[in-house]
Nanobody, 122 residues
């Protein structure tokens, strides 16, 4: 299983970014993809996840209503649309994969991609 996260950058508060997680090496409908983030000095936080077989989304409380997760099965890519970004969303964002249903609990994931940095300025 290989994961490649991209799409991070610098954005002003209130702005938007879309992260991508290109995935390969597994049977798409048997897996879930999660997005997690880690800010300096803070613990890793579950942001969102999606069960790829049926598209069921999961969201952490801090991003509900602002972030949307989706998948493009033809492109083997999962997206995280982040709207109304806040300074506190600043972190390195990681995507991860696991067999089965989606979850925002990081310990349930066994394959991780490299991170992409999101910086939100005030």
């Amino acid at each position: 299983v290989q994961l490649q996260a991209s799409g991070g950058g610098l954005v002003q508060a209130g702005g938007s970014l879309r992260l991508s997680c290109a995935a390969s090496g597994f049977t798409w409908n048997e897996y879930a993809i999660g997005w997690f983030r880690q800010a300096p000095g803070k613990e890793r936080e579950g942001v969102s996840a999606i069960t790829l077989s049926d598209g069921t989304p999961f969201y952490g409380n801090s991003v509900k209503g602002r972030f949307t997760i989706s998948s493009d099965n033809a492109k083997n890519t999962v997206y995280l649309q982040m709207n109304n970004l806040k300074v506190e969303d600043t972190a390195v964002y990681y995507c991860a994969a696991r067999m089965g249903f989606g979850s925002t609990w990081s310990f349930m994931y066994d394959t991780w991609g490299q991170g992409t940095l999101v910086t939100v300025s005030s």
